[in-house]
């Protein structure tokens, strides 16, 4: 059975960090265990059994960030179960690149490139898979670094590209903000009856009530995510017993941002 991934995200940058729990903590896979404006803070988190972190999403933009990759491996030495690390940057960096080969790491992503994706990065990191974006793949290339296998570059520059204009602002205020239909309508400028409309087009569009529906494309889309199945079941329930089901709006969100996905050979 999958279980949910404890996850702790280090970055320095307020809303870079903001950005990242929120996107980590509305997955159902993820759970967002803690947060660090430094590398170092993570070391008491990893030795405090409370936290039981099993994933750090750590940022190498902070200032002398790669000095900080040895005292970390140190620190998880002693570890049974060491957590995976994730790394992520704005631009590529080969000195970070060149030390991610201790067997802890499980990639390197540029955020520019994963955008709304990240817990897809950690769904499939989580699976012993190393994951980059298309820039990392590039550096790889340039520096003669050896990706790891198995490997996936994952691409979520374009998970809301297929929507409209306003499809997409009503995306990321109902499904990824979870807001309130009064408060969205209110957002958008509307009335709230044709912020549901709003809503229900936007579902549309995503091909939401196929999934629901239809066995084998859910299997297509969540075939390897237990935990989604899990909630794409309760929903259907929810629905035969005439309930509004409130996990419509996570599962599109699931949909809403599923990356592009390439495996390397």
Known sequence: MEKEVRVVVVEDDPFARNWMVLVTARDWRTRVVGEANHPLELIPMLKDEVFGVDFVIMDTDIPDGEDWIPRVLEAIAP????????????????????????????????????????????????????????????LAASIGFEIPKPCVVLDGRNVIGYLSERQADVARLAFLFSMERGEL????????????????????????????????LMMDYFGEHDLILDQVERIRSERKGSKKSKGMETLAFHMMTMPEIKELD
Not at 86 to 99: A, D, E, F, H, K
Not at 200 to 207: H, I, R
């Open 79 to 138: 570890f049974k179960k060491q957590p995976m690390i994730l790394c992520t940057g704005i631009r590529p960096n080969p000195r970070v690149l060149s030390q991610l080969t201790h067997p802890a790491f499980q990639g390197y992503i540029l955020k520019d490139e994963i955008r709304y994706s990240l817990a897809w990065a950690i769904s499939k990191a989580i699976n012993r898979k190393w994951v980059i974006t298309d820039g990392i793949q590039a």
């Open 185 to 216: 309508a209110d957002e958008l400028g509307v009335g709230e009856d044709w912020g549901f409309q709003l809503v229900s087009a936007t579902y549309k569009s995503l091909g939401l009530e196929d999934v629901l529906t239809d066995d084998t």
